[in-house]
């Protein structure tokens, strides 16, 4: 298997992981056979990288942190709930709440907790796929900063909810492709206040942490954050988790009006706002455990030579094993040859196939 950007793929080729819509249902299934006709219609839905299937790489084992049954109930239930909020409907959130505990039963299962940009398949509605993708991020720090599993039960539901507020805002300026307005961007400043008044409004059946997330995830430890400007331990220990995952899946995910950033620049970014943006404990311990290759990804490496990253070690998820497959001159590898970079310091990556 490997990933590959959608304009490497060709006729014939075929998909080695499922696709999604927004609501759940699968797009396209693994082991379907890439058409040009289905080629056009991902193009038009932005899908950005596929998981291809590819006999050369058939032992990478590229992870994925929940079932599939898991990942198609989340985006239905987190679809239906959006889409009632932004009817005006009233919404039950005991099935956001069962939903974020499978999510957790299914994680501490894990026997690593990288944390890597390979769990979740892509799918049509990036507002989804980013509170998807927090929940399991946010959930996977939380463990690794020794939170019980009844807290970080808790922490998955309020990430899962943590933009519900977006819902009051008018989807041409959440979908936007170009630099918002300073009105716009006022206009989006309050989903935060949005969200919590929403959520709290269900204190008989969530936690009012869960409230406080949706509230508080744009606040900055240095107090230059919004809605409130709250400052260090006054922002709730949830939210400082959920600042840092926020940012980090804003970042490395595509978005209508930029697209996505290497882990790299992730990397860069959440460690220069140390202190000052995130909790400098709970961002240092992100950072320990962010990978920054992907299985299945291309690089080139200090001497040139081409590798495919093969997995990653738990205790140093920068630096995974690589199969070499080419020398500097384009020469194959025969046979490709497999090394630990963790093992071998002479070595390095100094760039990726851009995904």
Not at 171 to 197: A, C, D, W, Y
Not at 222 to 233: F, I, K, S, V
Not at 322 to 336: A, E, F, K, N, V
Request: proline share 5%; with cysteine.
């Amino acid at each position: 298997m490997r990933q590959i950007k959608l304009t490497e793929v060709h006729p014939g080729m075929v998909l080695a992981r499922n696709l999604f819509n927004r609501k759940g249902h699968i797009l396209l299934a693994t082991g379907a056979m890439l058409t040009e006709n289905y080629l056009h219609k991902l193009r038009r839905l932005k899908v950005k990288t596929l998981f291809i299937q590819d006999p050369r790489y058939d032992d990478i084992n590229i992870p994925e942190y929940l079932s599939l049954e898991t990942q198609q109930r989340a985006l239905s239930i987190l679809n239906t709930t959006m889409e009632k909020i932004h009817n005006r409907e009233t919404f039950a959130i005991n099935a956001i709440s069962n939903v974020a505990s499978d999510i957790v039963e299914e994680l501490i299962l894990q026997p690593s907790v990288s944390i890597q940009l390979t769990g979740i398949a892509t799918h049509d509605d990036y507002t989804l796929d980013h509170s998807l993708n927090c929940a399991i991020y946010t959930a996977l720090l939380a463990r690794s900063c020794d939170f019980t599993i009844p807290q970080i039960k808790e922490i998955a539901c309020g990430a899962l909810l943590h933009d519900v507020g977006k819902m009051k805002v008018d989807k041409g300026i959440i979908n936007k492709p170009g630099r918002l307005t300073e009105k716009e961007f006022g206009i989006i400043k309050q989903h935060p206040q949005s969200g919590f008044n929403l959520l709290v409004k269900k204190r008989w059946e969530l936690s009012s942490l869960v409230a406080h997330m949706a509230w508080q995830h744009h606040e900055k430890i240095d107090g230059t954050g919004y809605p409130r400007g709250l400052q260090g331990e006054e922002i709730l220990n949830y939210s400082r988790l959920l600042t840092i995952t926020d940012v980090y899946e804003a970042i490395t995910g595509c978005r209508p009006y930029r697209k996505s950033m290497k882990l790299q620049e992730a990397y860069h970014i959440i460690h220069s706002g140390l202190g000052t943006t995130f909790d400098k404990n709970y961002g240092e311990i992100f950072l320990s455990k962010m990978a920054l290759y992907s299985p299945g990804m291309e690089v080139t490496l200090n001497t040139g030579e081409k590798a495919i990253v093969i997995s990653l070690l738990e205790s140093a998820p920068q630096k995974p094993i690589i199969r070499l497959i080419s020398y500097p001159d384009g020469t194959p590898y025969m046979p490709p040859t497999d090394i630990n970079l963790a093992k071998n310091p002479q070595l390095s990556i100094v760039s990726t196939s851009p995904i």
